[in-house]
């Protein structure tokens, strides 16, 4: 990262192949992320336990939480002859020793360069008897050479409804939510949205209680939250499915469509006004629930907030780095303050990422301005901000580097926050999360304009 210092402005080498500080994570640390989101579930990295002990150090690194794990532990015979026979004796140790309800297994790099066959090894360990009554192994394949974090989370997903939902022939009345890939503190929000519209949702995964869960002083290996095998179990027998973040949530909830008859709506993860608003109209449409005064009120607070500041957000250029479901919520946010989505990056792979950020500027005063990179790196944003800088930056800890350098106040948001508190406590999704993320904005905004003013300029009140 040091070595950004000697960024330079000029764009000499078109670069295709090779990536210089990614804007993104391997897709196993999505899939070890959605697998805690259920209630007693022990994930499991199918690989080495150098690519386990990193999956675990990264969601430890960001929650300040101790996450436990189990792999599959391969040594140099495992990785010619393939892992099976370690699998099976990890799935029989774990359930005799950790007693979980699900194991979450997740493939890595190495075991799908093997060509393991996760469907005919978890069928070996239910037919041999590895598997006690009444507990479950889930799986799904994530090698990283492709996809990122996110789309590691997304198999995840798709994998716990393919191995566990059910359809009855009676619907239970209940409305599956699929939170995209965002915190504990997100997930929360989501679920308190649905509570205030008075739906009965069935959120998963679920991640709030699990990795933002209170220290008591005893260790809970399973803590409190998290959706129960129960519930996703229930999902195929639900009335419908809001999917919130297409890269995230659209292949198991597309699923759940086709398998089992739930209709789905798939629509952004809830950032800024439009898309908060988008998931409360989902909620009341598909459970015909009407909208409580309680959320007019929280909604005409960052109504309030925005025409009260709306001055100092105008037009300040802002540079971000992140999931293409978050920075799609973000970009319309920053439109909504008369912001300048300058510049954007994803590592996370999909087309319709720049269409769909195309599409939010389109007419607006950033439109002839913006430029995205999917998948790009952090190394173009750096080099585009030495072109022409911006106000600010939006994006994980690694980041505040260029931050540094550049001097530009840091907003961090995403995957992974290293260094600071508050992500998984705080939501930045729905209203509440609006009026925090406009907090923080115009918290560094105007703390650098108070460093910088001159003593005419410095402002008492703003
Ligand atoms: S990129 Fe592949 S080898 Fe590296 S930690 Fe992730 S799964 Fe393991």
Redesign the pocket.
């Given at each position: 990262m040091a070595l950004l210092r000697h960024t330079t402005a000029d764009i000499t080498v078109d670069r295709q192949a090779l990536t210089i500080n990614p804007a993104k994570t391997?897709?196993?640390v999505g899939a070890m992320y959605a697998a805690l989101g259920i209630h007693g579930c022990l994930p499991h990295s199918h690989?080495?336990q150098?690519?386990c002990a990193?999956?675990r150090s990264a969601l430890t690194r960001h929650t300040k939480e101790p996450i436990a794990a189990g792999t599959s532990s391969f040594t140099e015979g495992s990785s010619v002859f393939g892992g099976q026979a370690n699998l099976l004796t990890a799935i029989q140790n774990m359930f005799s020793v950790y007693e979980p309800d699900v194991i979450a297994v997740h493939t890595?790099?190495?075991s799908e360069t093997i060509g393991d066959d996760m469907t005919q090894i978890v069928e070996k360990a239910r037919s041999e008897g590895k598997v006690p009554s009444g507990k479950h192994v889930i799986y799904c394949n994530?090698p990283?050479?492709v996809g990122s974090h996110v789309t590691g989370y997304s198999n995840m997903v798709f994998g716990m409804v393919k191995n566990l939902a059910e359809s009855t022939g009676t619907k239970n009345g209940k409305l599956n939510i699929i939170p995209g890939f965002c915190e504990p503190s997100d997930m929360a929000e989501i679920k308190r949205i649905a509570e205030m519209m008075g739906v009965d949702a069935n959120v998963f995964p679920d991640t709030s209680g699990v990795l933002n869960a209170p220290l008591t002083g005893k260790y809970e290996m399973y803590p409190a939250g998290g959706a129960s095998v129960a519930d996703i179990k229930s999902s195929g027998d639900a009335v419908g499915t809001i999917g919130l973040g297409r890269w995230a949530t659209a292949q198991p909830a597309k699923y759940l469509d086709a398998e089992h008859k739930v209709p789905c709506e798939i629509i952004g993860l809830p950032f800024g006004l439009e898309d908060t608003d988008a998931y409360v109209m989902a909620l009341a449409k598909m459970s015909g629930k009407p909208v409580p005064a309680s959320i007019d009120f929280e909604r005409g607070q960052v109504v309030d907030v925005i025409s009260d500041y709306h001055q100092y957000f105008h037009g300040k250029r802002v540079a971000l780095a992140g999931d293409p479901d978050q920075l799609i919520g973000l970009t319309k946010l920053l439109v909504e303050l008369d912001m300048i989505p300058a510049y954007l990056v994803s590592g996370t792979p999909g087309n319709k990422f720049e269409r769909a950020i195309r599409e939010i500027v389109k007419g607006t005063p950033a439109e002839n301005i913006t430029k995205v990179k999917c998948p790009g790196d952090m190394f173009i944003l750096h080099q585009w901000i030495k072109q022409e800088s911006v106000d600010l930056l939006i994006g994980n800890t690694y980041l505040k580097y260029i931050a540094r350098d550049e001097d530009i106040p840091l907003i961090r948001h995403g995957f992974p926050i290293t260094d600071r508190m508050g992500h998984t406590l705080f939501p930045s999704v729905g209203y509440k999360g609006a009026l925090r993320l406009m907090e923080k904005m115009l918290d560094a905004i105007l703390t650098k304009r108070d460093r910088d003013a001159s003593e005419a300029e410095f402002e008492l009140v703003y």
């Open positions: 391997c897709q196993p690989g080495s150098g690519c990193y999956h890595t790099c190495l994530t990283s050479y």
